[in-house]
């Protein structure tokens, strides 16, 4: 090997002087070759983000679509709740290995194999001829998008060696995000109002190829050992299935009927199970020291209570536009569009007023305030003029939105290095199930008790509830986390 490289210097290629040690020169090659294959490809960044993107935009659109599917599928409430919380369940459940598939198998394949299946599981949704099809395809939708949204970070991660580049990739991701999320509610309103419900679905196809052609310009990925924790894994579904199941059916046939007993034995049994395969396992998903330590089960504790409260009210309120308000899709839609924006510039602002007051009056005034925006929601009736009730509901973005950064920061902070991934996964496992069973819990108590329509009064008995809650883990989170939080 020559001991002699050429480096760039704008224009012109210069000899640079004969290195003494061709050990240091070989290095420097490799480096110079590592540097070249690792560059930034723009293709790795418009895949990750439209793969979040068309995930965030099915959840809040799926939502407008629900009384059309509703009456197209002749389904009740609780089959309504199951298109709901099958997806946010199994999201919920697989979001805990879903980061170690993505090392094992590298962050591309793993992508690849997570997009395609959610195309698949669109298409079936597109074309279900019934509501318990729908509910299976959205089962194998929410197993998709556990794996796409760690691998698709896992691909920036990748592309993005350079801290700064990453952090705007990173920021362009989840702004992304939010965006997805504002135009979804009106996007499935139109949808669903023109070609039909099947056509929110159908939307995803186009995008999912489109993907998969960007990820034949992307070099593969490397991938490490990561073992996984398959009987921790099938435990948590079993444990969060039960649950959800009782929650639904107890709502709607009695808590005491033989189904939702079994159910609820099965979840104990599950969520006993779960806790052994995490003590025995070598690698757990979820460490159980990790959750002896108070600065991280409040954190996790208010991202549940939060999503609960988002989640079940997003589903109470688009029930309420179109059953009970009697709005077009399109039209329930365009209400929550003020929200959406709320939540996207509060995500901006929240990090830099946690440095300023610290991370514990942030997380604590955020649930303050969404609470103020449950109890205005008892104002809501079938008269409400609609400009009121686009003021009383921009609270509850801005309270969400003010808190997530702040406590997802304070669990990061509170947790070792080597346990970040785990905390992490757990965090959105968390919040995903806290929104899957207030959609369970709401829906049970919005419908009549004769299942023949919306309740309003159900509604207010729901949303009090949530802002107890609120209340309750706003007053913990204020005495227990510590004062000295800024960052």
């Given amino acids: 090997m020559s001991t002699s490289t050429l480096t760039d210097t704008g224009d012109q290629h210069t000899r640079a002087e004969p290195t003494a040690d061709p050990s240091a020169a070989r290095s420097a090659r490799a480096s110079s070759d590592v540097g070249a294959e690792q560059r930034p490809s723009p293709f790795a960044l418009v895949a990750a983000l439209l793969g979040f993107t068309v995930i965030s935009i099915d959840v809040s659109a799926v939502n407008i679509a629900l009384p059309s599917i509703r009456s197209s599928l002749h389904s009740g409430m609780t089959g309504l709740q199951w298109v709901v919380d099958a997806y946010t369940l199994m999201l919920a459940?697989?979001?805990?290995?879903?980061?170690?598939?993505?090392?094992?198998?590298?962050?591309?394949?793993?992508?690849?194999?997570?997009?395609?299946?959610?195309?698949?599981?669109?298409?079936?949704?597109?074309?279900?001829?019934?509501?318990?099809?729908?509910?299976?395809?959205?089962?194998?939708?929410?197993?998709?998008?556990?794996?796409?949204?760690?691998?698709?970070?896992?691909?920036?991660?990748?592309?993005?060696?350079?801290?700064?580049?990453?952090?705007?990739?990173?920021?362009?991701?989840?702004?992304?995000?939010?965006?997805?999320?504002?135009?979804?509610?009106?996007?499935?309103?139109?949808?669903?109002?023109?070609?039909?419900?099947?056509?929110?679905?159908?939307?995803?196809?186009?995008?999912?190829?489109?993907?998969?052609?960007?990820?034949?310009?992307?070099?593969?990925?490397?991938?490490?050992?990561?073992?996984?924790?398959?009987?921790?894994?099938?435990?948590?579904?079993?444990?969060?299935?039960g649950v959800a199941y009782a929650v639904i059916e107890g709502g709607h046939a009695g808590w005491t009927q033989p189904g939702v007993l079994s159910a609820l034995a099965i979840a104990v049994a599950g969520g006993v199970g779960f806790h052994l395969a995490e003590r025995w396992h070598r690698a757990p998903m979820v460490p159980l020291e990790m959750l002896r330590q108070r600065l991280v089960v409040i954190p996790l504790t208010v991202g549940f209570v939060i999503n609960a409260a988002f989640y079940g009210g997003i589903f109470l309120l688009g029930l309420y536009y179109q059953e009970l308000r009697g709005m077009s899709g399109t039209e329930a839609g365009l209400m929550f569009v003020p929200m959406a924006a709320v939540i996207t510039s509060t995500n901006l602002v929240s990090p830099r007023l946690a440095e300023r007051i610290g991370r514990r009056p942030v997380i604590a005034a955020g649930q303050l305030i969404m609470a103020g925006a449950m109890l205005a929601m008892l104002l809501l009736d079938a008269h409400t003029p609609i400009w009121l009730v686009i003021v009383l509901l921009v609270p509850m973005g801005?309270?969400?939105?003010?808190?997530?950064?702040?406590?997802?920061?304070?669990?990061?902070?509170?947790?070792?290095?080597?346990?970040?991934?785990?905390?992490?996964?757990?965090?959105?496992?968390?919040?995903?199930?806290?929104?899957?069973?207030?959609?369970?819990?709401?829906?049970?108590?919005?419908?009549?008790?004769?299942?023949?329509?919306?309740?309003?009064?159900?509604?207010?008995?729901?949303?009090?509830?949530?802002?107890?809650?609120?209340?309750?883990?706003?007053?913990?989170?204020?005495?227990?986390?510590?004062?000295?939080?800024?960052?």
Avoid: H
């Fill in 93 to 241: 459940a697989l979001m805990l290995s879903a980061g170690a598939l993505a090392d094992r198998t590298g962050a591309r394949r793993a992508y690849a194999w997570g997009v395609t299946l959610f195309t698949l599981a669109s298409l079936a949704c597109a074309l279900a001829p019934g509501i318990g099809t729908l509910i299976g395809a959205r089962v194998a939708q929410g197993a998709a998008a556990a794996i796409v949204i760690p691998a698709s970070l896992a691909l920036i991660r990748q592309t993005y060696d350079e801290p700064r580049q990453r952090a705007r990739a990173i920021a362009l991701w989840t702004v992304g995000g939010s965006v997805a999320m504002a135009a979804g509610p009106v996007l499935g309103g139109v949808l669903t109002e023109g070609p039909g419900w099947r056509a929110v679905f159908l939307l995803n196809l186009p995008i999912g190829v489109l993907i998969l052609v960007l990820l034949t310009r992307i070099a593969p990925s490397p991938k490490r050992p990561a073992p996984l924790d398959l009987m921790g894994q099938a435990t948590a579904i079993v444990a969060l299935a």
């Fill in 398 to 487: 801005i309270g969400g939105a003010l808190s997530v950064p702040a406590f997802t920061a304070q669990l990061m902070d509170s947790v070792p290095g080597e346990r970040v991934g785990a905390a992490s996964g757990l965090l959105n496992a968390l919040r995903q199930t806290g929104g899957a069973l207030a959609v369970a819990l709401f829906g049970s108590l919005a419908t009549r008790s004769d299942g023949s329509g919306f309740s309003l009064s159900g509604m207010r008995t729901g949303v009090l509830a949530e802002a107890v809650l609120l209340a309750v883990t706003a007053a913990v989170a204020w005495w227990l986390l510590p004062r000295d939080t800024k960052r």
